[in-house]
Nanobody, 120 residues
Framework: QVQLVESGGGLVQSGGSLKLSCVAS????????VGWYRQAPGKGRELVAL???????SYSDFVKGRFAVSRDNTKNASFLQLNGLKPEDTAAYLC??????????????WGQGTQVTVLG
């Protein structure tokens, strides 16, 4: 089964840290770029970070050096380290892989998300 499963979210005080995980199954994870997104209540989904198959990372401006994305292809996993958390970082965080090759054709794969709540 082709899927992504996130974990690691939780409740944290402002200035705290969390490490999110995204574990893939059912496809050749190491071939694909992984995207991390977030969606706050009442807001649209926004890109947080990308990491290529070769582990080149890029970030949205609002990250400003606070977050770090990584991957371990031997574990079919990507990680998002969140540091210096602010109340405005409160959101569901999701990972995604675009255009995964499956027996039924290519499709985008999304995880179910993990909730991060930052108390001010």
């Amino acid at each position: 089964q082709v899927q992504l499963v996130e974990s690691g979210g939780g409740l944290v005080q402002s200035g705290g840290s969390l490490k999110l995980s995204c574990v893939a199954s059912g496809f050749n994870f190491g071939l694909y770029t992984v995207g991390w997104y977030r969606q706050a209540p009442g807001k649209g989904r926004e890109l947080v970070a990308l990491i290529s198959s070769g582990s080149t990372a890029s970030y949205s401006d609002f990250v400003k050096g606070r977050f770090a994305v990584s991957r371990d292809n031997t574990k079919n996993a990507s990680f998002l380290q969140l540091n210096g958390l602010k109340p405005e970082d409160t959101a569901a965080y999701l990972c995604s892989v675009r255009q995964v090759r499956t027996p039924a054709g290519r499709r985008d794969v999304w995880g179910q998300g993990t909730q991060v709540t930052v108390l001010g």
